[in-house]
């Protein structure tokens, strides 16, 4: 059976799939509310795709044990989906590029810090909320609109997901 180890999410490693969604120190902040406040700007690609349009929720996922076994994949052909953690705990993303249906060999593994949101550009690849220790809240901006926008894939064989 394969094994996915996660590594560290950086704007590099994750730029095949979308963007990290960071305060980044080589962004420079915006000073808004007279002095009061530092605004990070324009952090990632959001993409109601046609005839959408972008609509926020609050995802509330149940934690993961690890090992976990990866079978199936999704993605979102029509528009972007960005995540953004509300709490303290890391996460986990696994995410394959855009195009046919991933199979084992084509999966990356990331530990995302807290405070690291992620943005799937349109058509990548991706697991499901993966929460790790406790349940998470996400902030989550996505695509509402008409057509199919979630294709699921299953994974054969599975893959097994663990932090070593």
């Known amino acids: 059976m394969k094994k996915l180890v996660p590594e560290a999410l950086?704007?590099?490693?994750?730029?095949?799939?979308?963007?990290?969604?960071?305060?980044?120190a080589a962004k420079m902040p915006i000073s808004i509310n007279a002095g009061n406040t530092e605004?990070?700007?324009?952090?990632?690609?959001?993409?109601?795709?046609?005839d959408g349009k972008l609509i926020v929720s609050i995802f509330r996922g149940q934690p993961?044990?690890?090992?976990?076994?990866?079978?199936?994949?999704?993605?979102?052909?029509?528009g972007s989906q960005a995540f953004m953690p509300l709490g303290p705990q890391p996460y986990l993303v696994v995410v394959a590029r855009p195009g046919a249906a991933p199979g084992p060999d084509d999966l990356r593994a990331f530990l995302a810090r807290p405070g690291q949101?992620?943005?799937?550009?349109?058509?990548?690849?991706h697991h499901p909320l993966l929460a790790l220790n406790e349940i998470?809240?996400?902030?989550?901006?996505?695509?509402?609109?008409?057509?199919?926008?979630?294709?699921?894939v299953s994974i054969e064989p599975p893959?097994?997901?663990?932090?070593d």
Do not use: K, Q
């Open 39 to 50: 605004r990070y700007h324009d952090l990632a690609r959001l993409d109601a795709g046609p």
């Open 64 to 78: 993961r044990s690890l090992p976990f076994m990866i079978e199936m994949m999704e993605r979102h052909p029509l």
């Open 117 to 125: 949101g992620v943005n799937y550009a349109a058509g990548v690849w």
């Open 10 to 24: 950086t704007a590099a490693a994750f730029a095949p799939f979308g963007e990290v969604i960071a305060v980044d």
């Open 159 to 163: 893959v097994s997901l663990s932090l």
């Open 136 to 152: 998470g809240d996400f902030l989550v901006v996505d695509r509402s609109g008409p057509g199919n926008n979630c294709d699921e």
